[in-house]
Each structure stands twice: as C-alpha cells, then as structure tokens.
C-alpha cells in the first residue's frame, strides 16, 4: 500500500523515481552506496517531509510562478555553460524530462522560501549569544579555525522517555561498531543518520568554530584529521563527527555593505497580506513609470526611515531579515526590486550604492552572528519539520469524538488566517467534516476582538457561550466540554459577579458543591491535586472549610476517582491548612478542630487517607508514586506545584458536577 501524507498519496513510482536521482547523485560523488533498503527508507522519509511542506505551502497561500522558475531553470543551464535547449537535452540523457525538472525545481523553491518564511526569518541573534561565542572561541584559543567535517546524527525525541534514550543509545553503538569495523563514514552516515544530509554523507563543508556547539568543538580540538569521535551527547540525541581536514582563518575580512532604501507596507489585522501586496503592487507601477523612489517612500512607508525617504545608510550582512537581504544582494546598484515579502510585510527595495570596508575588528563579531544564526536556523527548521510531522499525523487520526466548537466563527477564521492555518469552518451540521475543518455553533461577539485588549463589552458573550454548552451538557446535546482560558476581571469589570468557571457552572447546574482539581504527568509521575477551597481571598479560607464542608468535598472527590478514573479504593493525601500541618496547635488549631477529626471519621468508614500532612513536603516523589490524589486547602498551596511539572499539559477537572467539564 502506498503511504498516505495528510490525505496525500506517495506512490511508488514517485518513491522510485526519488530513488533513481539520489542514487544518480550518490555515485556521482563517489559515496558508497548503502543497502538498498536502507537508502528506501532514508528517502521514504525525506519524501515525506517534502511534501508535507509542499502542502502547507499550498494551504497557506506560497506560489512560485512560472516567470520566477523560468529565471531559475536559465541560471541553471548558465551555469553549467549551456542553452535551454542543450540543458533540457542533458538532463534527458539521464532520463529526467524537462517536465519532471520544472516540479523539482519550483519545490525546491517553494520549500526555500517555507522555511525562510516560517523558521529563517523568526532566528533572533543577541549581542549576548555573541559576546558568549566569542569569549568562548577566544578562551579554547581557535577563534579562527575552520573544520572540514562530516556528522552523523541519532535523535531522541525532546521529552523522551528512558526507553526512547534507551533504544538511541543502541543504535549509536551499532553505529560506532560500524565504524571502528572500517565501515565508510559516508556509508554509514547514509544507512542510519537521523540529520538531514544523511544521504550526502553527512557531510557539513567547513564550518569555523564559531557556528558549530561547544560540545563539538571541544572534541574537534582534541582530534587529528580523519579521527571519527566517540558520541556526543546533547539534547538532541547522539552525534559523531569525523574530521576530514582543518586550517587556520586569520586573513581580515572584507565586508561589502549596501546602502539601500525601502518602503514598507505592514500586514495587520486591518491590513490583509492581499491588501497589502496589491498596494505594494501600485506603488511599484508608479515607480516604473518614473516617479521618485524618497517621495514615495514618505508618502506610504510604514517604516521608521519613510522620514528619510526610506534611506536606511548602510547595511552590513546580517543586519537584515534573511528574505531583505536576499533580495537587497541580487540587485544592482540603483536597480528597484519587485515586492519582497518578510514577517514585517512587503517591502520594496532600491540598492543605492556598495562598497567594500576593511573591519577587521567587526569582522570575528559579523561572522559569529552569521553563523550561529545558521546553527538556530538548521536547529529551528528541524524542530519546525518534526512539528508539521506531528500534526499532519495527529490530522489523520480518528478522533474519538464529535468537536464542535461554541463561539464567532468569523473570528476563528479571521485567527487562522493571521496564524496562517489551512481551516475549513463549518456552522451547518454535517457528518463529517474531514481533515482541517471545524464546526462551529455561531455565537456572535459584542464588538470585534482586538488579539491584547479586553473588552467589556464582550463578557456577556463569555458567559453565552459557557451556559450554552453546560446546557447542552445537561440536556444530553453534549457528552462533555472544555472550557478555554477567561478573564475574570474584565467580565467583573462588565459589572458581572463572576469568581471563576468553578463557581459559574455549580451555581447554573444547581450543584451546592463542586471540587476544583488539576491532572498533570503521566505514569508513576501522574499528579493530581483537588482543592478544598478554589478562588478565594487568604484571609476568608480558614473559615470556608468547615468539617461538613471538608467532608463534602473528600466525599466527591472519593466518588469521581472511583467513577471517572476506575481507581477501585483511592488513596488520598490530605494537606494542613497551617505551617507543618499546625505543630501541635502552636501555629494553628485548624488541624486538630477540624481537619483530622474529618479524616479519622471518613478512615472509620472505610476511605484511605493520610493526613493531616505539612504542605511543604507533601509532594516528595515517593508520596506522588504512592498517592492517587492531594487535597490542598487553598488554591496556592497546591496548584503551584503542579503547574510548575505539568503547565502547559495539565487537565483542569472540576469534579460533582452533574456533566463532564475540562479545561
């Protein structure tokens, strides 16, 4: 069966195909070919990753046109000395039509300019990372050293799991036995490498210092050329390098700087990306047809140099977004380029004047900056490739449930667009949506949202949204709800009381009691934490928990773990209200007038609890190995803890309720 990608088939043909151009390139390199189904899979999964980031090109709006892949099949066949006609000939000789070229090459473009646009362009280099690297080169005294090296990767996942570093582990050793067999580095690197250039040989060129890790310079430092390391370990996984060669870098760098001017539209939420180009594109006409690039510029940049006719003095490399200067190097001097695009918008720029500036002293500090924004860009674009494999495969998957979400559906359109999310919203009831849709319950906002600014007039909307799916809930419309995050004091300031999701939903299901509690972790480590109060002043919660309302409380929180997680007989850690669960009723008599006789009644009938427990050393690892759940006092005796291990991954559950309700 052929893989499917996203509701995309590779077929075999094109997996063929793929493997006929590597294996072309392989042997004209000269690298030992790996095993056979070995490179399959190495293939299987580059082509994977191509087209998943084709696709969210697609999805998202990024076209090459033909123009643009014209230009770019002619500076090929110049290259290589040759006419279209010859190069199309060429390549027909090695049994690729020109037709087959043409898509390889505009995905090639499209997948450039993907990761320009959503990893390249959002790398930030501080002065710090550089003032580091550079103290760092200078104290290891190879500041200008540069590496011919080749690098073979084997990846643990970011929150693997011991089995995960286990299983890597393994394979690294099969690796080095590999290798210290006689085994070609190059082979090697082809048939088990986890990094991108596997099928290359793992082969990165020369590097200087500066862009490689500490971890790999100080073994390079150490080794003599041809050495191949012993394994590296770093958050990524296990890396081996092999030295192919080494030289000095001490010749002055000359840098060419660019003077250059721009104008600038932004892409706002009142602005579209559509508006914007479509402007830009008028402004463009117009310089064409020869009207002045500084007046212009002041008239409609929304850039901080518009003031200076756009005029931004010169630029030296790496100042600017990787897409500007891209751009910016391929024009000639007084030459206007098309519109640009950037995360800052679309820019149209004019190269005024080059030179070349002996800056021997900038010189170590450009170059640094150059290559550790390459380092965090390759990191990034790795990350970024794992992600769009995570939720293409989460996108395939069957969910268990029916979603519907309850809120302004144009508003969820208008945040995907921004977010450049491929959504389909459907406000109709339909049986299946299909992959990237959503469908919605219309409830229309007060005002528009603005994405930073509360709005008062806005909370009622809230409120509509939670009632109508808590109704829906109790009226067997819903099997359960997840609530989204809320602030609580805009809607107060509507002049709504309103004390938390907890509260709201007791008091409109008619239920006099409910239990906030938090589920973090997994496994052994899995955490839960209920609260005998939830949001409630400091000074108001010794007098809120009362033995029947504590009761209460253990009672509902005994049943739901039972009901709802099919623990058999929970086994509950009870906490004290004070400091070291009271010592004895010198700093408080909580414990002993209310809290312990609670638990001596319910441990009488059967319940396990331990407790009262001093606060600050109730949650050891051998108490969360041992404990079902916890019951904190008050909100910050416990909550602290669990979303210090779980924030971001936590469940919010509130337990007694008639209906099931997450957040």
């Known amino acids: 069966m052929d893989p499917v990608v996203d509701q995309t088939v590779i077929t075999e043909r094109e997996l063929e195909n793929r493997i006929a151009t590597v294996t072309a390139q392989i042997n004209k390199q000269g690298t030992e070919m790996p095993e056979e189904s070995v490179l399959r899979k190495q293939i299987l999964e580059r082509l994977i990753s191509d087209t998943l980031q084709i696709q969210y090109a697609a999805q998202t709006g990024l076209r090459v046109d033909d123009a643009q892949l014209d230009k770019t099949i ?49 790398v930030n280099v501080t002065e710090s990372e550089v003032d580091n690297y550079l103290t760092t080169q200078a104290a290891a005294g190879t500041s200008q050293d540069e590496f011919e090296i080749s690098h073979i990767l084997i990846r643990t996942p970011p929150d693997g799991t011991p089995e995960d570093i286990q299983k890597a582990q393994a394979k690294t050793d099969e690796v080095m036995k590999n290798l210290k067999s006689g085994a070609s580095f190059a082979k090697v690197s082809a048939s088990f490498s986890d990094a991108p250039n596997a099928l290359e040989g793992g082969n990165l060129g020369w590097k200087q210092g500066a862009q490689m890790p500490n971890l790999f310079l ?19 996984g296990f890396h081996i390098l092999k030295l192919t060669n080494k030289r000095g870098g001490n010749s002055p760098l000359v840098v060419q700087q660019t003077r250059a001017r721009h104008i600038l539209i932004k892409i706002t939420e009142i602005m579209s990306e559509k508006e914007a180009k479509t402007k830009m594109d008028h402004i463009k006409d117009r310089l064409d047809n020869g009207e002045k690039f500084d007046a212009l510029a002041r008239q409609f940049s929304e850039d901080g140099s518009a003031a200076n006719g756009g005029e931004l003095n010169w630029v030296n490399p790496g100042d600017t977004v990787p897409q500007f200067e891209k751009a910016m190097n391929a024009l000639k001097e007084n030459e206007i380029s098309a519109p640009v695009q950037t995360q800052f918008g679309w820019h149209i720029i004019q190269v005024l004047e080059r030179r070349g500036q002996d800056m021997t002293k900038e010189a170590a500090r450009l170059k640094a ?31 268990p449930a029916k979603i519907i979400v309850i809120g302004d559906q144009y ?45 008062v007039n806005n909370s009622a909307y809230v409120l509509n949204t939670l009632t109508t799916a808590t109704k829906g809930c109790m009226n067997g419309l819903f099997d359960a709800m997840v609530t989204a995050p809320v602030h609580k004091g805009v809607i107060n300031d509507a002049n709504i009381n309103f004390t938390g999701h907890t509260e709201f939903l007791a008091e409109l299901t008619g239920t006099p009691q409910v239990v906030m509690m938090l589920v973090g972790g997994q ?10 109060t939830t949001h409630l002043a400091l000074k108001d919660v010794p007098a809120a928990i009362t033995q029947a309302n504590l009761e209460t409380t253990i009672r ?7 009901q709802k997680f099919g623990i058999k007989k929970p086994k509950i850690f009870v906490a004290g209200l004070n400091p070291h669960a009271g010592e004895g009723g010198y700093l408080g008599m909580e414990e002993i007038e209310t809290i312990n006789p609670v638990l ?25 190995k041992a404990a079902d759940a916890f019951l904190c006092m008050y909100h910050d005796q416990g909550l602290p803890v669990l979303k210090h291990t779980s924030f971001g991954e936590g469940v919010n559950i509130t337990l007694g309720l008639p209906i099931i309700r997450t957040s």
């Open 411 to 455: 508003a969820l359109q208008k945040r995907a667009q921004i977010l450049n999310l491929p959504l389909n919203i459907c406000a109709d009831e339909v049986p299946h949506i299909g992959n990237g849709g959503l469908q919605v319950l219309h409830h229309p906002l007060a005002e528009p949202a603005v994405a930073g600014k509360l709005n």
């Open 218 to 236: 100080e073994a390079l430092n150490s080794m003599q050329i041809g050495d191949v390391s012993e394994p590296i370990r770093s958050p990524n």
């Open 523 to 532: 496994g052994e480590s899995m955490l839960r934490v209920a609260l005998a």
């Open 74 to 122: 002619e500076r090929i066949a110049e290259q290589n000395q040759l006419t279209i006609t010859e190069f199309s000939e060429a390549i027909g000789r090695d049994g690729i039509s020109m037709r087959k070229f043409r898509s390889d090459i505009r995905n090639e473009i499209t997948i450039a300019r993907l990761r320009e646009r959503e990893v390249d362009g959002r």
């Open 600 to 624: 001596e009644k319910l441990c009488s009938q059967g319940f396990d609890l331990i407790g009262a427990l001093p606060a600050d050393t109730m949650f050891s690892a051998k108490n969360i």
């Open 369 to 399: 900056r150059q290559e550790i924004r390459a380092r965090k860009a390759d990191e990034a674009y790795q990350d970024w490739i794992r992600e769009l494999r995570d939720r293409a495969y989460l996108a395939q998957q069957a969910l």
């Open 556 to 562: 509902i929180l005994h049943t739901d773990l039972m």
